[in-house]
């Protein structure tokens, strides 16, 4: 079945179930985030992380399975997780205060370098990054497939979690930058407007 293309869904509105969904998680995520922070509760952290992630999921896969995919949504869905993935960061930072050189430069990837790569898809006629594919596969796969999703969201506070010190959180932390550097640099010599294979 053919994707579609940006003209086939400008029509479509905003309010829709897919962006339902991105808000409820965002306000649920959150808000068990300030309730771990107040508690002190890893439990509830980790509940907060949950919601984000699961939330995560079924908004986009709500959005693909009810064709209500919108360039607005991925923008709504791109802030969303910046909201909730720095909350919950620093609900994991008060709780584990010798992470704190990886959760920084976890901060400082995803809230500057991925959120500026995810909002690069508005220099093409694609619905959001899971589009990505048909601009740069490589970029794709590194960035947005669902396995680099996973480890790019998942992968630090697993480790900040489990890693008995915060050397091995620290390398993983510093190996996502370089992947976003270098995607960032293959992007922006791509230029915008129409597409051309990779």
């Known amino acids: ?6 003209p086939d869904r400008l029509d479509r509105p905003v309010l829709n179930v ?18 771990a922070l107040t508690e002190m509760s890893v439990a509830i952290a980790v509940a907060a ?14 959005a693909r399975l009810l064709r209500q995919e919108t360039r607005a949504g991925a923008v709504f869905d791109i802030v969303a997780d910046r909201a909730c993935g720095s909350l919950c960061a620093a609900t994991l930072l008060a709780m584990r205060p010798a992470a ?22 508005l220099r093409w006629p694609i619905l959001g990054p899971n589009d990505f594919g048909v601009v740069h596969r490589q970029v794709y796969r590194w960035n947005w497939s669902p396995p680099a999703k996973a480890i790019n969201t998942g992968g630090l ?24 550097a270098l995607s960032l640099g293959t992007v922006s ?4 407007g129409p597409i051309r294979p990779s």
């Not at 010599?189 to 915008?192: A, F």
């Open 100 to 121: 704190a050189l990886p959760i920084a430069i976890f901060l400082i990837q995803f809230m500057v370098l991925d959120c500026l790569l995810s909002l690069t898809f």
């Open 49 to 62: 992380y949950a919601c984000y992630w699961a939330g995560d999921i079924l908004d986009g896969m709500a």
């Open 157 to 180: 506070v697993v480790l900040v979690l489990i890693a008995p010190s915060p050397v091995w959180p620290t390398a993983f932390a510093l190996a996502v930058v370089l992947v976003k």
């Open 189 to 192: 010599r791509l230029g915008g």
């Open 18 to 35: 897919p962006n339902a969904i991105t808000a409820v998680r965002t306000i649920v995520s959150m808000a068990l985030a300030v309730y």
């Open 1 to 6: 079945m053919r994707r579609p293309t940006v």
